[in-house]
C-alpha cells in the first residue's frame, strides 16, 4: 500500500482534532450524501463508517443554536450488538461530544431506554431494538435528522430495515437516510433496497479507482483445485440415481420439474415445493386431491434432502454426512407423525450410503480438503509465526471435525496451531452452539494471539469485530456474492491479504465459484 508520507486531517468543530485523515474520495462522497439519501458502496477497510461520522457531525452542525445546544438525533443502526459497541467507540473516539453518545441494547429496561433515547443526541442501536421501541411507544422520530443504516444490503423482503424507514418516513417525511455496503449483490437486489430505503444516489468506489487505490491493500486469491476420491464418487452415483428417479415420478404427475435431472437445484426444488404447499392449504383436508398434494410435496422433501446429502458428501465430508442423515433419523424418531422422514431413511440408497460412510470413517477417511487444509496452515503459521488465521465452513460437523484436526498438529508439537470454533446460537437440532458472550471472548482470544486460527460458519461473515487475517481461507464456496464478499473482506484491510479457495473437482463447489465469479463481472 502506496499512502503518501504527509497526512492532513479534517478539521470540524464536532470532530475530534487529528481523528480524520483528509481523503478527497470521502470528502466526495460526503458531498454528494448531503442531499440525497444514499447508499455508500466501498471496499471494507475504506471508511464507510468516517463518512458517516462525518455526515452525522455535517447534520448536527446544521441543527446547532447560537448557545451550542444542539437540537437534533442522528440513529446508527447495525446489526448485531458486538457492531453497536464497535460503532459507538468508533464515534466517541472521532468526534467531541462522548457524553451525548450512546447505545440501546435490548437488556436495558424499556423505562432507562426511553430516558436514554431522550438525552443522547447520537444513539447506536440495532433495528431490532430501534422497531421494537417505536412499536411499544417508547419514542418516536420527529426529531431525528440521519438514520444510517449499516450493511444496507439487508433491506429486502420483511427484514427488520424495510418496517424502520417505512416508520421513520410516516413520522418524519423529510428525514435523510445513508446506507453503508460493502457490495449490494444483483441490479433486482440494487433496485429493491433503493426502494425500500428511498434511496435516490448510489456512490459507489471500486479498488481499480485511482483515488482510492493508493489506501487499499490488495488481496491475493488462490483456488486450489481438490480431487474427489472414488469412494465419495460412488456414494453420490448412488444417491443421484435414486433423486434421478424421483425426479421422473414428479415428472409423471405433471411436477414441472427441470427436463434435465442433473441440473436440478436445491433452490429450484424449495421453490416448487413452496408452490406446491401454498395449493395445499387452499384445498380442504382429506380429499383425493390433498392426497396427491402432500405426497407430491413429500416428494420434492426427498429430492431436496438427497441434493443436501450430495453437496455433503461432495464439500465437506464423511462426518457431516453422517451427522446429516442422522439429524433426519432423530427427527424421524421423535416426531409421530414423521413417516415421510422415515421412508427416506428407510430406502435402501440410504442405507447402502449410511453403510459406506461408517465404513469410511473406520478407516480414516474424511475429505481431502481437510488434509490440504491442515497443510495451508502449517505452511502460513511456519512462514509468519503470529498469523491469524480464518476459515469458513457452511457447516458446524465440518468445523468440529477441522478443528480438531488442526489442534492434533500441535498435540504433535510439529506447529503452534492453536485453533477454535466460532459458530452461531445453539438452535434446536443444531449441534453446540455459542452466546454473544462466548463469542466475544473468543474473538478477544483470537485479537491477543491466544487463538491464531479460527474456524467459523456464516455467523462470521458480518456482524462481528473481527480483527484483521493475515489468511482467509474458504473450506468450501457460497453462491452467494455478497457472502463471498463478506468472507474476502475479512483480511486485506489494513495490510496485504491472501484468501484461499477450496474446491473440490467436478462438484457444486466449482458451480458455486462460477455463480459470483459470473456475478462479479457482470456488476464490473
Known amino acids: 500500500m502506496s499512502k503518501a508520507l504527509s497526512v492532513s486531517y479534517i478539521s470540524h468543530a464536532l470532530l475530534a482534532k487529528n481523528g480524520i485523515e483528509n481523503r478527497i474520495y470521502q470528502q466526495k462522497i460526503l458531498h454528494n450524501t448531503i442531499y440525497n439519501n444514499t447508499i455508500i458502496v466501498l471496499p471494507a477497510g475504506m471508511g464507510k463508517t468516517i463518512i458517516a461520522t462525518l455526515l452525522i457531525a455535517y447534520y448536527l452542525n446544521r441543527h446547532t443554536k447560537k448557545s451550542g445546544k444542539i437540537t437534533t438525533k442522528c440513529i446508527f443502526l447495525t446489526s448485531t450488538k458486538p457492531l453497536v459497541i464497535k460503532r459507538t467507540a468508533i464515534l466517541k473516539e472521532k468526534l467531541t461530544i462522548p457524553e451525548h453518545i450512546n447505545f440501546i441494547i435490548g437488556t436495558i429496561p424499556n423505562e432507562k431506554r426511553t430516558k436514554l433515547f431522550q438525552k443522547a443526541t447520537i444513539l447506536v442501536m440495532t433495528p431490532h431494538v430501534l422497531y421494537n421501541d417505536l412499536i411499544n411507544g417508547l419514542y418516536d422520530l420527529r426529531n431525528v435528522s440521519l438514520i444510517v443504516f449499516d450493511e444496507c444490503h439487508r433491506a429486502t423482503g420483511d427484514h427488520v430495515y424495510v418496517k424502520v424507514a417505512n416508520v421513520y418516513f410516516l413520522q418524519k417525511s423529510d428525514g435523510k437516510i445513508l446506507g453503508l455496503a460493502t457490495s449490494l449483490g444483483n441490479k433486482r ?32 486469491q488462490e483456488c486450489r483445485m481438490v480431487p474427489l476420491p472414488k469412494l465419495f464418487q460412488d456414494m453420490r ?38 408452490k406446491y404447499q401454498d395449493k395445499l392449504s387452499t384445498v380442504p383436508l382429506r380429499t383425493k386431491l390433498s392426497t396427491i398434494l402432500k405426497l407430491t410435496t413429500a416428494q420434492i422433501s426427498s429430492c431436496i434432502r438427497l441434493l443436501q446429502l450430495i453437496e455433503r458428501i461432495e464439500t465437506q465430508g464423511l462426518s457431516s454426512a453422517r451427522n446429516f442423515i442422522d439429524k433426519i433419523q432423530n427427527r424421524a424418531l421423535q416426531n409421530k407423525k414423521g413417516l415421510m422422514l422415515r421412508r427416506f431413511c428407510s430406502l435402501k440408497s440410504i442405507k447402502t450410503v449410511q453403510k459406506m460412510l461408517e465404513e ?116 468450501d464456496c457460497v453462491p452467494d456474492q ?36 459470473e456475478a462479479d463481472r457482470k456488476l464490473n
Not at 253 to 262: C, E, H, M, S, T
Not at 403 to 416: C, G, H, P, R
Not at 449 to 470: K, P
Request: aromatic residues 6%; positive net charge; contains cysteine.
Open 189 to 220: 437486489t440494487v433496485r429493491e433496497v433503493c426502494d425500500n430505503l428511498k434511496i435516490t444516489a448510489v456512490e459507489g468506489k471500486t479498488v481499480r479507482d485511482d483515488d482510492i487505490s493508493s489506501y487499499h491493500s490488495p488481496k491475493k
Open 482 to 517: 455478497i457472502r463471498a464478499h463478506q468472507r474476502r473482506n475479512r483480511t486485506g484491510k489494513q495490510n496485504q491479504g491472501r484468501v484461499i479457495v477450496l474446491i473440490t473437482k467436478g462438484t457444486i463447489d466449482e458451480r458455486y465459484y462460477w455463480v459470483v465469479k
Open 237 to 274: 452415483t448412488i444417491l443421484e440415481k435414486q433423486l434421478y428417479k424421483f425426479i421422473e415420478g414428479l415428472a409423471k404427475k405433471n411436477v414441472q420439474v427441470p427436463d434435465d435431472p442433473r441440473r436440478v437445484t436445491i433452490k429450484q426444488l424449495v421453490e416448487l415445493q413452496s
Open 360 to 475: 469410511g470413517l473406520n478407516e480414516g477417511y474424511e475429505h481431502p480438503k481437510v488434509i490440504e487444509t491442515i497443510e495451508i496452515i502449517k505452511k502460513q503459521i511456519s512462514e509468519k509465526s503470529d498469523s491469524k488465521i480464518l476459515i469458513f465452513a457452511n457447516y458446524r460437523a465440518s468445523v468440529n471435525i477441522i478443528v480438531d484436526e488442526l489442534n492434533k498438529v500441535n498435540d504433535m508439537a510439529e506447529t503452534n496451531v492453536s485453533a477454535a470454533g466460532l459458530i452461531g446460537h445453539k438452535h434446536k437440532g443444531a449441534i453446540g452452539g455459542l452466546s454473544s458472550k462466548q463469542q466475544m471472548t473468543l474473538l478477544k482470544r483470537f485479537e491477543e494471539g491466544i487463538v491464531n486460527v479460527i474456524v467459523a460458519t456464516s455467523v462470521a461473515e458480518q456482524g462481528l469485530d473481527i480483527t484483521e487475517c493475515d489468511l482467509v481461507l474458504f473450506y
